[in-house]
């Protein structure tokens, strides 16, 4: 049965969830939430018009300061609706609860086929270390756009690597479980034009035992994304950019690439995903809670 959605927030993450939808046979309808004018969908203003709408499906897109103002909205207001709130989930730690809807949190590189594949190949292994290092050029982000003017460089509005990138403490957790923090340092520290952090240093520890060390900063000027997991027979390196992995089990050494990947298809298969219930590989409401945890205590180090 076809379904209406909306999308709270036309940025450049709110564009790229409206044209995906748009293009998808489950959604019949789809509006959005926004000050601009002009756009090529049904577009409200107000977020008190959403009632007429009385979509199926929502997305929050906004800015991150304006998530939980908005979710709450939407719990107090609607029932049985499922939502998905645009990673990070919030700008800090909120306790709120959710009984009325579905929610669940934006973290769509647990999509990539390469983290899908260390999921699968790392379930029945013991692990020992988990290196993983997120460096590129905030400058360079948005071609045409000053950076300094984006909500990556202003604290206030949720910018900042630890929630910007907080990308590799989802899945780092999905992969292994709940982290501990050890050892934290985050902070500014390059001569960008920014008040938000631009680096991050953790070493922690999961419940198994499985030592893990994340790399985060806004001021590499080659883009690196890489994973490195070391365990009972098995070494992994996977490179998110180059899209391969070399997995070397037992003494044996495969290597995979992903050349077809474009970037919308993660999003693409996590709103599908989404719709259909289907929802192994989704970041669930807890979830998403447990990495603002995560984000809180590494926080409360002073750097």
Request: without cysteine; proline residues 2%.
């Given at each position: 049965m076809p379904l209406s959605a909306l999308i709270i927030g036309?940025?450049?993450?709110?564009?790229r969830h409206a044209e995906i939808l748009s293009e998808m046979d489950e959604i019949s309808h789809?509006?959005?939430?926004s000050s601009h004018f002009d756009l090529p969908y049904e577009?409200?203003?107000?977020?008190?018009?959403?009632?007429?709408?009385?979509p199926d499906y929502m997305v929050i897109a906004s800015p991150t300061n304006q998530?939980?103002?908005q979710l709450k909205f939407l719990e107090d207001n609607f029932k049985r609706r499922k939502i998905l709130v645009e990673k990070p989930f919030f700008d800090s730690f909120v306790d709120l609860k959710v009984t009325h809807n579905e929610v669940y949190v934006g973290y769509n590189l647990r999509?990539?086929?390469?983290?899908?594949k260390i999921k699968k190949i790392c379930i029945d292994r013991r692990l020992w270390n988990i290196h993983v290092f997120c460096g590129s050029y905030l400058p360079d982000w948005r071609p045409?756009?000053?950076?300094?003017?984006?909500?990556?460089?202003?604290?206030d509005s949720g910018g900042g690597v630890l929630l910007d990138l907080s990308h590799e403490l989802d899945y780092v957790q999905w992969l292994a479980g709940p982290?501990?923090?050890e050892h934290a340092v985050n902070k500014k520290v390059s001569d960008l034009d920014?008040?938000?952090?631009?680096?991050?240093?953790?070493?922690?520890?999961?419940?198994?035992?499985v030592h893990v060390h994340i790399g985060l900063n806004y001021f590499t000027r080659k883009p690196i994304r890489k994973i490195i997991i070391d365990g009972e027979g098995i070494s992994i390196e996977g490179d998110l950019i180059a899209n391969t992995l070399s997995v070397t089990e037992d003494g044996e050494t495969s290597d995979y690439s992903f050349p077809d990947l474009e970037r919308n298809d993660t999003y693409r298969a996590q709103h599908q995903a989404v719709l259909e219930s289907d929802l192994k590989n989704v970041c669930t409401f807890t979830e998403g809670l447990n990495t603002m945890r995560l984000i809180e205590n590494i926080r409360s180090w002073h750097n």
């Open positions: 036309y940025g450049s993450i709110g564009k789809l509006s959005v939430l577009t409200i203003s107000s977020i008190e018009d959403i009632s007429s709408l009385n998530h939980y103002t999509f990539h086929p390469m983290i899908d045409g756009m000053d950076y300094r003017e984006t909500s990556s460089a202003k604290r982290l501990e923090v920014i008040d938000s952090d631009d680096l991050l240093l953790l070493s922690g520890r999961t419940q198994d035992g």
